[in-house]
């Protein structure tokens, strides 16, 4: 049973920094949203109106982990069901990746990554992500396409290419891909590997549509920024894929130091071009109903579970570097995760930074060193503001008495008696008393 050709064409990644400047360029005919970022009952007035024009929005997943340890959270399956039927979607997205590690199958902490990393490219991590692809298909109203991601770090002791690895779960499972040609050419800056090997490897009907975004790279590392401009080699990629394929949708993805509007639209016109002078082949018809595949052993899972835990540990909480790996790539992907985790903080709770004003950054870094993440961003920023009144910081006694009330204001409505953490509250409400 196959179904019709999915023809996307050119679109954007919708920010609400700039959802006026999509509404206004031409040639849109897609967005993709982030989808944790968005409640079903109160979409964004830009989003709808996008809709109304028959613009398609692609929720776009970051949190599942599908490539964790864990079957794939209920809670997290059912919101991103309930996104995708709000925005009419044809299709949902998420990516091939490990977001959190630890907890009740290693018997450790829970540890939160905040960021997207790699699985290892073996046949327990294969047999995991192809289980918990499948209990995503059968939760989800609409097709899941997965995605490619970008890696500063490689795991030891890997049985299979990129490719051979995404062809072999589409093999299995029936999963769309979701290529992003950026995050390849990213791979072959830090992992050497060879982009134009992945794309003849890997099953090019699969695909479902293609990322397109910028970067930078520093001392021989490649940052996949979503900051900055497209540049040559991620095209040449593009053309590499589209000489191969004529791929249904093409999507530019910024995630933050916006241009102006003229800079995007420039962009996106560099983006149909190469896309259009490599080729007229058809667009690609995927399977819908998945094969049959066993379910993955519950020691796979195990050896999963405890291989990414040590890899997260040893990132976000300092313990040591578990052998094989490249400890100055793990330095490099720490400080990364560090510094993303501050800047997301600042973001979700922007009165810190406007309280601790330049000492911010260097006190949450200092923070996060020794306190790894455990239950989200928010949490994370009531933590950190618990962390720096325990201490009796800030030094100024205004900034202190400001931040000790956003903490108050926002420790939650439940009695003390009844919240986990009740000791360190009251210890946190004793030093706010003597202030």
């Known amino acids: 049973m196959r179904s019709p050709k999915l023809r996307l064409g050119t679109g954007i990644g919708w920010r609400p920094e700039i959802a006026d400047a999509v509404e206004a360029m031409p ?27 028959g613009v398609t929005v692609v929720p776009h997943g970051v949190s599942l982990g599908l490539g964790g340890a864990d079957r794939p959270d209920e809670g997290r399956l059912t919101a991103l069901a309930e996104r995708a039927h709000a ?22 902490q829970p540890l939160e990554a905040g960021h997207l990393l790699p699985v290892p490219r073996t046949r327990d991590a294969l047999d995991v992500l192809c289980e918990n692809v499948r209990i995503a298909q059968d939760a989800l109203p609409v097709p899941l396409a997965v995605e490619n991601i970008a890696a500063l770090i490689a795991w030891p002791g890997e049985e299979m290419t990129e490719g051979q690895f995404l062809y072999e779960l589409v093999e299995r499972t029936g999963v769309r891909l979701l290529i992003d040609v950026a995050n390849l050419h990213t791979n072959h800056v ?103 595949a066993p379910p993955a052993s519950p020691a796979a899972r195990q050896r ?48 810190l930074p406007g309280i601790l004003g330049a000492a911010y950054r260097a006190e949450f870094l200092a923070y996060a060193r020794t306190r790894p993440m455990t239950g989200g961003y928010r949490q994370d920023a009531l933590h950190f503001a618990e962390h720096l009144l325990l201490a009796g910081r800030p030094g100024d006694a205004a900034a202190r008495r400001r931040l000790s009330d956003w903490w108050l204001e926002r420790s939650g409505p439940a009695p003390l008696s009844r919240r986990p953490g009740t000791r360190l509250l009251h210890a946190t409400r004793r030093v706010l008393m003597g202030r």
């Not at 405890?306 to 720490?334: I, W």
Request: include cysteine.
């Open 27 to 53: 040639g849109i005919d897609w967005v993709e949203a982030v989808a944790e970022n968005l409640c079903p009952g109160h979409l964004p007035d830009s989003l709808l109106r996008l809709r109304e024009r």
């Open 87 to 108: 925005l009419g979607s044809p299709l949902v997205t998420e990516h091939i990746a490990f977001v959190r590690a630890g907890g009740a199958r290693t018997a450790t």
């Open 190 to 292: 830090n992992r050497g590997e060879d982009p134009s090997k992945a794309l003849a490897e890997l099953p090019v009907e699969a695909i479902a549509y293609v990322h397109v975004a910028g970067g930078f790279e520093r001392d021989g590392v490649w940052h996949d920024s979503h900051a900055h401009p497209v540049p040559e080699p991620v095209l040449a990629i593009l053309a590499d894929l589209a000489a191969r394929i004529c791929p249904p949708g093409v999507l530019l993805e910024r995630d933050e130091n916006f241009p102006e509007p003229a800079e995007l639209e420039r962009e996106l016109d560099a983006i149909r071009a190469t896309v259009k002078t490599s080729g007229e082949l058809p667009a690609p018809v995927v399977e819908d109903l998945p094969r049959e």
């Open 304 to 351: 999963t579970a405890l291989a990414q835990t040590a890899l997260l540990s040893a990132l976000v909480a300092g313990t040591p570097a578990p052998e094989g790996f490249d400890h100055t790539r793990l330095k490099v992907q720490s400080q990364a995760l560090a510094a993303k985790r501050a800047d997301v903080v600042a973001k979700v709770a922007p009165e």
